[in-house]
């Protein structure tokens, strides 16, 4: 099986620089301008786009990523909705890998033969579902690797050696390093600690090792990516779409823009990384 984010990560690896990969959540604040962001995503920079399944009780994220769900499930958004937004995104660009992520229950309830079959149509390559556990992986995991869809597992600080060859038994696309304990959008982690990680992920797994939790500008974009095979940009994003937004709901500035433009500087930076690291 090879998904569009093997052949993204393959490409990238041959041009040695890292991948960008951005976070947002799909149907915030409303499918059209949600829809809008992820067209902007590839233009700006993103090398692989996480689309965000919202969910009223998104138990390991923070705040910021909290707020995005209820206001996309205010605006009406649904796990149908999503996977047509991302079909919607197919129709002009047929590269960009996209990962759903989110959590267990919506695909549970929607049916997850169904799911993967309707996922499969829309061009969804990947899946992170964050409270699937790899004992768990006859409900899901399994399932999606035999349709043709990458399952990504996140690994941790408390991931020992004794845990991750079960976590990365089937794994597939690459693996998503949270570099930090807690809820997302915490501070940005231990530069060096985040390296010795990743070195250490990767005497297990011949996957790249992506790193999320905490970057928000390109110059921490550029020093994770220094040791890591792509960067994960969530909580600075969903921000951005956040704060164009007022009280009343009403937007104050264009989301899209708002997104390319941090997107940009993100990826300015990702691609300075190998040549800094090469000096």
């Not at 995005?68 to 197919?90: N, P, V």
């Amino acid at each position: 099986m090879t998904t569009r984010i093997d052949r993204r990560m393959a490409q990238l690896k041959q041009e040695g620089r890292p991948a960008l990969v951005t976070y947002f959540m799909g149907g915030d604040p409303d499918y059209d301008t949600s829809l809008s962001i992820m067209k902007a995503l590839p233009g700006a920079g993103a090398d692989i786009i996480e689309l965000g399944m919202p969910f009223s009780d998104p138990m390991a994220d923070g705040p910021a990523i909290q707020a995005a769900a209820l206001r996309s499930l205010k605006g009406g958004q649904t796990l149908a909705k999503t996977l047509a937004m991302a079909a919607e995104f197919r129709q002009a660009d047929q590269e960009t890998p996209i990962v759903l992520m989110g959590y267990y229950n919506p695909i549970y309830i929607y049916g997850v033969d169904r799911f993967l079959a309707d996922a499969k149509a829309a061009g969804i390559d990947g899946l992170i579902v964050v409270d699937l556990p790899p004992e768990m992986d006859e409900e899901l995991c399994l399932p999606a690797l035999k349709a043709g869809i990458n399952f990504i597992r996140l690994a941790t600080p408390t991931t020992d050696d004794r845990r991750l060859p079960k976590v990365l038994e089937n794994t597939s696309g690459f693996v998503y390093y949270v570099s930090m304990t807690g809820i997302t959008g915490s501070a940005l982690a231990d530069t060096e600690k985040v390296a010795a990680a990743v070195k250490r992920i990767k005497q297990h797994t011949a996957l790249p090792v992506c790193v999320g939790f905490g970057v928000k500008t390109a110059e921490q974009a550029r020093i994770i990516g220094a040791s890591a095979d792509g960067v994960v940009v969530g909580t600075a994003i969903v921000n951005a779409v956040a704060n164009v937004i007022g009280a009343d709901g009403r937007k104050t500035a264009d989301p899209g823009e708002a997104v390319a433009t941090l997107v940009s500087g993100l990826a300015h930076g990702v691609r300075q990384a190998r040549l800094a690291a090469a000096e």
